[in-house]
């Protein structure tokens, strides 16, 4: 049982460098995010995406894009990394955002550990 | 708009001690209510959750009420354990237009020495 896998583990960028943060699921959930953990601030969410096909912002957005490639993968990219960017980031899935699975609740992979240097 | 709010950390406890994590939350609409942990180096897991008012969600040992009239959903346990030492959350899901978005306390650092 893979659940949510996230590469890569640990990544160091330079300012300005671009990446790609990769997620996949395989519990066939409809819907799946992206946050950032932060010492002090908790979870905050970034980017979400209630069902393949679409994505929507969260709370703190800037510097990131999003891609939902099918309905199992999520791709977090950084354009233009700034030191303010260094985190760790975590994707998530649900079973669905809307309807009667409302409740559901997120499964999480392990994380990237991101440095911007 | 919707947030949770979780007693500051890090709670230091003897093995065997009583636990009381503290969660209160602003809601517009009725939200379901979660605890997730996160242990070392890993992502965060559900740990136990409610989804109407007086519900009480357990899971581990771990009990927790929803409570509509004071807003909370504190987390309880009657004898913690050194491998409970972790980060919990409290957390929240409730409709905001069209989905229902989940949010997350700060988080709070149980250690548990033997």
């Known amino acids: 049982n893979a659940g949510v896998t996230q590469t890569p583990k640990f990544q160091v960028l330079k300012t300005g460098q671009s990446m790609t943060l990769q997620c996949a699921q395989d519990?066939?959930?409809?819907?799946m995010y992206w946050y950032r953990q932060d010492p002090g601030m908790g979870l905050r969410l970034i980017y979400y995406?209630?069902?393949?096909?679409?994505?929507d912002k969260g709370e703190v957005p800037n510097g990131y894009n999003v891609s939902r490639l099918n309905k199992r993968e999520f791709s977090l990219r950084l354009e233009s990394a700034a030191p303010s960017q260094t985190s760790v980031y975590f994707c998530?899935?649900?079973?669905?955002?809307?309807?009667?699975?409302?409740?559901?609740?997120?499964?999480f992979g392990n994380g990237t550990r991101l440095t911007v240097t | 708009g919707n947030s949770v709010t979780q007693m500051e950390g890090p709670v230091t406890l003897s093995e065997e001690a009583f636990l009381t994590i503290n969660c209160t939350y602003t809601?517009?609409?009725?939200?379901?209510l979660f605890w997730y942990v996160q242990y070392p180096g890993e992502g965060l897991q559900l740990l136990l959750k409610?989804?109407?008012?007086?519900d009480k969600g357990s899971n581990k040992g771990f009990e927790a009420t929803y409570r509509k009239e004071t807003t909370s959903f504190h987390l309880e346990k009657g004898s913690v354990q050194v491998s409970d030492s972790a980060v919990y959350f409290c957390?929240?899901?409730?409709?905001?237009?069209?989905?229902?978005?989940?949010?997350f306390g700060r988080g709070t650092s149980l250690i548990v020495h033997p």
């Open positions: 998530a899935s649900s079973e669905s955002m809307t309807g009667s699975s409302y409740n559901s609740p997120l499964h």
């Open positions: 519990m066939n959930h409809n819907s």
């Open positions: 995406s209630a069902s393949e096909g679409t994505t």
């Open positions: 809601a517009t609409g009725y939200p379901s």
């Open positions: 409610a989804t109407k008012a007086d």
């Open positions: 957390a929240l899901s409730d409709r905001v237009g069209g989905s229902y978005i989940p949010t």
